[in-house]
């Protein structure tokens, strides 16, 4: 069965500090990866995907990830952060079914604070 | 740019009550589904819907939950008779490809 670990539940960075936010995988093929950011009472809005190619993935708002297949990984990274970038953080799995995805199962979430 | 919208924004409701969920998925999309959030939680599947039909559920979904494509554009989430755990936020989302869209939510309080 697939699922998404994300072992830091709540992390505080300084603000222009850099940030790493953790996101293993179990997955029998090689998934589509995603990475949402919710803030309060709010949608949840799509930072960057992985479907295939590059395994460095550039998002929106200054995010990377990379995806590391060996490590059964997709890590989220800034490399300075922002007081506006404080949220909830969600990295997710999809199906991959010969080139479309199914449902989508998501990690537990970190909880990111930003210290000024 | 196309979005998936939902409505109501909030809807409060009493406990045994059904409630229907209205979402407007993207218009060329043909695949849709339902995640809800329990307050402090992760973003959890329900269902998903495709050529008229449920193409996979949760065991969340049981009995008291059931989807609808009433006509071209809306797509409904119905809670028969509500319980103070369905309390949620209850995300829509349709997709055509690879990428799901997601709506805002709408926020299901129930007392």
């Known amino acids: 069965a697939q699922s998404v670990t994300q072992p830091d539940i709540h992390i505080t960075v300084s603000e222009g500090a850099s940030l790493e936010l953790r996101c293993n995988y179990s997955y029998g093929a090689t998934p589509y990866l995603f990475w949402y950011v919710q803030s309060p009472g709010q949608g949840l809005q799509l930072l960057l995907k992985y479907f295939s190619g590059d395994t460095l993935v550039q998002g929106i708002k200054g995010f990377e990830a990379e995806f590391k297949r060996s490590q059964s990984s997709f890590n989220l990274r800034k490399p300075s952060v922002h007081w506006s970038d404080a949220a909830e953080y969600f990295c997710?799995?999809?199906?991959?079914?010969?080139?479309?995805?199914?449902?989508?199962?998501f990690g537990t979430g970190t909880l990111l604070a930003v210290q000024p | 740019e196309p979005e998936v919208t939902q409505t109501p924004s909030h809807q409060v409701t009493q406990m045994g009550q059904e409630v229907i969920l209205r979402c407007v998925p993207i218009s060329n999309h043909l695949y849709f589904y339902w995640y809800r959030q329990i307050l402090g939680q992760k973003v959890e599947f329900l269902v998903s819907f495709y050529n008229n039909e449920i193409s996979e559920k949760s065991e969340i979904f049981d009995d008291q939950f059931s989807v609808e494509r009433p006509d071209g554009s809306n797509f409904t989430l119905k809670i028969r008779s509500t319980k103070l755990e369905d309390s949620a936020m209850y995300f829509c989302?349709?997709?055509?490809?690879?990428?799901?869209?997601f709506g805002p939510g709408t926020r299901l309080t129930v007392l």
């Open positions: 989302a349709s997709r055509a490809s690879r990428e799901q869209f």
């Open positions: 997710a799995v999809g199906q991959n079914y010969g080139g479309a995805t199914n449902k989508l199962i």
